[in-house]
């Protein structure tokens, strides 16, 4: 073969070379921060519903819930106690984080996946082309814990609320990639209204949050 074409051949090379390489780079820069806030966006999603789920399938396990609140009054009806049986609803948290944790650790990559023209941007190619999947690892033991919230409800009434929160840390794995996501979900368990006047010493608590961590 002459030296001309060698070296014409070498010079397509090099080009084609630097095509694909120029590609590679549109690609990472342009595509991948996309990709990973979708696939974000797509396991959040996957693993709040999960923990709904969860701790809507543990308070229906655990029956009457009419006692969980306990009040309180002296004899001219002013409220003195309210409290709330945090040994029921922790084990009512702790079953939804068991639950939680089966699920998450199951999340089948094969649900939660992406079309590679969805990353384009263009919208004719939104749909095709394979698709990537996003892997989901659970980062340690998901998390439980309960709240209370006390919110004035009217003259000499207040409302009471309690509430379930979750809370689980993964690793998402796109493509080689690695992210870490934390999702966090609130479920009310009870609500009441309690009628009766509510002393002063009660004000600075009103709006706090009682909380106990478990580990399930």
Same mark, same amino acid.
């Given at each position: 073969?002459?030296?001309?074409?060698?070296?014409?051949?070498?010079?397509?090379?090099?080009?084609?070379?630097?095509?694909?390489?120029?590609?590679?780079?549109?690609?990472?820069?342009?595509?991948r921060p996309n990709l990973m806030e979708r696939g974000e966006a797509m396991l959040t999603n996957t693993?709040?519903?999960?923990?709904?789920?969860?701790?809507?399938?543990?308070?229906?396990?655990?029956?009457?819930?009419?006692?969980?609140?306990?009040?309180?009054?002296?004899?001219?009806?002013?409220?003195?106690?309210?409290?709330?049986?945090?040994?029921?609803?922790?084990?009512?948290?702790?079953?939804?984080?068991?639950?939680?944790?089966?699920?998450i650790s199951c999340i089948d990559p094969r649900t939660i996946s992406i079309p590679f023209g969805d990353?384009? +941007?263009?919208?004719?190619?939104?749909?095709? +082309?394979?698709?990537?999947?996003?892997?989901?690892?659970?980062?340690?033991?998901?998390?439980?814990?309960?709240?209370?919230?006390?919110?004035?409800?009217?003259?000499?009434?207040?409302?009471?609320?309690?509430?379930?929160?979750?809370?689980?840390?993964?690793?998402?794995?796109?493509?080689?990639?690695?992210?870490?996501?934390?999702?966090?979900?609130?479920?009310?368990?009870?609500?009441?209204?309690?009628?009766?006047?509510?002393?002063?010493?009660y004000a600075d608590v009103m709006d706090a949050d009682e909380f106990m961590n478990l580990i399930p």
């Amino acid at each position: 073969m002459k030296t001309g074409k060698k070296k014409k051949l070498l010079i397509a090379a090099a080009a084609l070379t630097a095509t694909a390489i120029a590609v590679c780079i549109l690609i990472e820069s342009t595509l991948r921060p996309n990709l990973m806030e979708r696939g974000e966006a797509m396991l959040t999603n996957t693993a709040l519903r999960i923990l709904s789920d969860a701790t809507a399938e543990s308070i229906d396990s655990a029956g009457d819930l009419a006692g969980l609140v306990h009040v309180e009054k002296d004899k001219d009806g002013n409220i003195t106690l309210i409290s709330t049986d945090s040994a029921r609803i922790n084990d009512i948290a702790g079953d939804a984080a068991t639950i939680a944790q089966d699920a998450i650790s199951c999340i089948d990559p094969r649900t939660i996946s992406i079309p590679f023209g969805d990353l384009t +941007g263009i919208k004719v190619l939104s749909g095709w +082309g394979p698709r990537i999947k996003i892997n989901a690892q659970p980062i340690g033991s998901v998390r439980a814990r309960f709240k209370t919230e006390l919110t004035t409800a009217g003259i000499k009434q207040i409302c009471h609320r309690t509430f379930i929160t979750l809370t689980a840390d993964m690793r998402m794995i796109v493509g080689g990639a690695v992210q870490s996501v934390s999702v966090e979900s609130d479920v009310l368990v009870s609500e009441c209204i309690i009628v009766g006047a509510v002393p002063e010493t009660y004000a600075d608590v009103m709006d706090a949050d009682e909380f106990m961590n478990l580990i399930p």
